[in-house]
């Protein structure tokens, strides 16, 4: 299996994007795992909410495969702890499926149609957080999720 993250517009702190770097390179040790940034929507002044939500839904859309286990990070999944995030990658790699696709929304969440087009949802708290930010986030949790399964000090220091 390999891991895909899909996130929206490019990270606009440095210091945040060195952190996204340091967990992308220390995560490729144990899968291949890649960060696809769709660039941000042109004149999105110019847009409601709503259409802002639809275009980027349907760029979203267009980057995922039908073979691709499509998970959403949203507010409103479920919650898990690290060691059940770590056995729920377990069991997505006992199924054999070819790519694991984490997405994050824009700045307003997700459109329907990328809704209808998910597996499941994970939230990582009931907070809300910027969309930059939850990209850092999710790829630690990946990240410790591996330590756990490898048995590895990380996720006790
Ligand atoms: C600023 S939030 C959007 C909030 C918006 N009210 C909504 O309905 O989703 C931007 C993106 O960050 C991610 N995000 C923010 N907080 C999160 C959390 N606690 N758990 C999981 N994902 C989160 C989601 O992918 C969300 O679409």
């Known amino acids: ?6 996130a929206i517009g490019k990270t606009d702190s440095k210091p945040l994007q060195i952190l996204i770097d340091e967990y992308t390179k220390r995560l490729s040790f144990y899968i291949k795992f890649d960060l696809e940034i769709i660039p941000d929507i042109k004149n999105v002044k110019n847009l409601s909410e709503a259409q802002q939500k639809q275009k980027e839904g349907e760029l979203i859309l267009s980057k995922i495969s039908p073979t ?6 949203d507010e409103n999944g479920k919650e898990f702890s690290s060691m059940g995030f770590s056995e729920e990658l377990q069991k997505r790699m006992n199924t054999g499926i070819k790519t694991l696709v984490f997405v994050i929304g824009g700045p307003y ?11 499941g949802k994970i939230s990582l708290s009931r907070m809300t957080f910027s ?7 999710i790829i630690e949790q990946i990240y410790r999720g591996f330590t756990i399964l490898k048995n590895e000090p990380y996720h006790h220091q």
Do not use: C
């Open 68 to 73: 691709d286990y499509l998970v959403l990070l």
């Open 131 to 137: 969309h930059q930010m939850i990209r850092l986030f």
């Open 109 to 119: 969440g997700f459109s329907e149609s990328v809704y209808a087009s998910a597996k």
């Open 1 to 6: 299996m390999n891991i895909k993250l899909i």
